[in-house]
């Protein structure tokens, strides 16, 4: 589920030596909520996050209803850094909607995104909480440094390609091709169960249909392999507004293989809007190279070779002057 398996990793990194950087134990799925983790899935890994979610809609005033699934598919990729991950997203969706004795069915992309997020702050880099083997209060006491969050920021575009009939343009005024997006994106961790994940996005930037919109989510995890969550989502435009809660359950099949389950439901009844969907992620990992971060004062392999090398080639140039 999301961050909860990057909050186990990153519990064991802060009483080891060195820091691995993004890539985790165990796969770090942004399902089944809607918002995006700050960190990265890790250099050369790709990882898919596929959802199916069944939604019904219904409208008090228009006084219609529609019932139908959408088809959820999101790959990552680690990009030339740790900190770099590349983010490709698109929704289908398929249902019927009906309107006293009228019936259309409906079909169409509803979403198509491509973008890239990059970490700009990790709280736990170069960071080592060590224990304190005399005092039992002073291992539990609270510490205000979980108020600090890992930071990273996401800019990307939304693409409309062909007839999209699930937006809420008037009639008359039509998408734009593409819209630029923006989202900042704060992640912190309470203790050694919770996770705190913020997203404040500045969506279809330029456009009619721009809106600031934003998810909050609140990860427990219960033991290693089960998760659950709590979500708010808002958005905020001239077009369209809405509130929604969302909640669900992760579990972790293996390090690389996670499902989930979700359901949600929004404030409003123009529309009422209820989804529930199941979804499953699957991290390719066997491209991975580890990156080692050393913390301060230690040295890394990489400087040993350095040093190696350089004391070899201070030898080769005594041995020429000699």
Known sequence: MKSLHTLFALTFVSICQF?????????????????MMAFAVGKKIIQTETGVTYVSEDHNTLNYQAKGFVGELAIR?????????????????????????YEEGRSGL????LGAKYLIYDPFKNYEDK?????????????????IPAFSMYAGGNFNVGDN??????????????SPKVTA????????????????????????????NY???????????????????????DYYSDGILRFGAAFLF??????????????KDTPGILNAGIGFSWRFADQYEEVQIAKPGTETKTDKKMKKKGEKEAKKRKDAVE
């Open 185 to 212: 994106i704060a992640q912190n961790h309470f203790g050694s169960h919770w996770v705190l994940v913020t997203n404040l996005s500045y969506d279809k930037i330029g456009t009619d249909f721009a809106s600031v």
């Open 110 to 113: 509803k979403q198509l995104t």
């Open 254 to 267: 293996d390090k690389n293989m996670q499902v989930d389950a979700s359901i949600g439901k929004n404030i």
């Open 77 to 101: 990729y680690g990009f030339l850094k740790e900190e770099l991950e590349i983010i490709g997203e698109i929704q289908y969706q398929k249902d019927n909607l009906t309107s006293g004795s």
């Open 165 to 178: 009939p699930f937006n809420y343009a008037p009639v008359g005024l039509e998408e734009p091709s593409f």
């Open 19 to 35: 820091s691995y950087a993004q890539f985790t134990d165990e796969i770090n799925s942004n399902r089944p909520g809607k918002s």
């Open 131 to 147: 224990p304190n083997l005399y005092s039992w209060k002073a291992n539990h006491r609270f510490k205000w440094r979980q108020f």
């Open 215 to 237: 998810v909050v989510t609140l990860t427990r995890g219960f033991n290693a392999q089960w998760s659950g969550f709590i979500e708010n989502q808002g958005y905020m435009g």
